[in-house]
């Protein structure tokens, strides 16, 4: 308290959560319809009657940057229906959702770019997945920082394809062997 008392000059950094109390995607890497249904669908916020997503402040981000795209989470839902999940945990710094598709299921991981990176084998690129290279994890690394030197926050997505349900929702089963899907910065 007497340090505070002593205090001159108080700095803060506006960057719209302050003034508006909301978070907003305003840079991505990767393919843009795949990124925002990752996004969306691993995500515990939903859309209101106005369109607006309500929730953790995050999460409503990435609602609405699928919105955005013209990708409604209720539509995702309703063709992608969520089967399972490996809740978020601050521990792992991660969450993943299991979501039925055409008789096979897809596996979506949201968070930390370290974290998720550490878990994919795989990256999509231009439609095709290929093999995690030393070189393209030291891009996606640079692009993390980038996004992180221009003060966002950045969350990373991965996905899974599985022909048969998951018999296990445990994280150590679930987020391995990812294929690296892009970054989002908020």
């Not at 302050?18 to 991505?28: G, S």
């Not at 891009?139 to 030197?149: G, S, V």
Request: charged content about 25%; aromatic content about 4%; proline content about 4%.
């Amino acid at each position: 308290m007497e340090t505070l008392g002593c205090t001159q000059v108080i700095c803060s950094d506006k960057t719209g959560t302050l003034t508006q109390n909301k978070m907003t995607v305003v840079e991505h890497v990767g393919n843009t319809e795949i990124l925002a249904t990752a996004m969306a669908l691993c995500s515990d916020a939903n859309l209101n009657e106005e369109g607006q997503a309500e929730g953790e402040p995050t999460e409503a981000a990435l609602v609405n940057f699928a919105a955005k795209e013209g990708l409604k989470k209720g539509d995702l839902e309703s063709a992608t229906p969520r089967v399972d999940e490996a809740p978020f945990d601050s521990s792992r710094k991660m969450m993943s959702t299991v979501h039925a598709v055409n008789g096979a299921f897809v596996q979506y991981t949201k968070g930390a770019p370290d974290e998720i990176l550490k878990r994919c084998a795989f990256y999509e690129e231009n439609g095709q997945v290929l093999p995690m290279t030393d070189e393209k994890r030291a891009e996606i690394l640079k692009a993390n920082k980038e996004m992180a030197d221009k003060a966002l926050r950045v969350l990373a997505a991965a996905k899974r394809d599985w022909n048969e349900r998951p018999t296990d929702n445990t994280p150590d089963f679930l987020e391995q062997q990812l294929v690296f899907i892009g970054l989002t910065g908020m």
